[in-house]
């Protein structure tokens, strides 16, 4: 089990992460927005550039609905993403710039969270993720 605390901020949650780069050597630390509602994760297309990421030839991407309309977004393959102390490998990570006021480089999103049991004690402060393997019940 891996915990972190967190301090809700304008009614969202930040969390932490590491988004290892295309060589798999280099990395970005970087605050992300926990979002159970959001089917993917993102991060900024300044991240996914900076660590070797080609967001202008994707090999896919996606129609997607946002303040400015419809844009289509890279889909791209990110080598690992750490958070909350649990890596997922080979993740497919949206490149989505969030609006300034927000503070945060991307959304933590349930293609990450899914491959976890998820605990979040908010009069702590709290979030758990549990590997399910690591599950004694």
Known sequence: MQSIRFQPVSNLILIPIKVMGIDGNSFRDIEVVLDTGASITSISTNVASSLGYDILNPERT?????????????????????AIGQTVENIDVMCLDL??????????GLNFLLNFDVSIFFSKGIIELVSPELDRF
């Open 99 to 108: 609006h300034p006021e927000i503070h945060a480089e991307g959304v933590l």
């Open 62 to 82: 996606e129609e997607v609905i946002t303040g400015s309309g419809i844009e289509e977004l890279a889909i791209i393959e990110v080598t690992a993403l750490t």
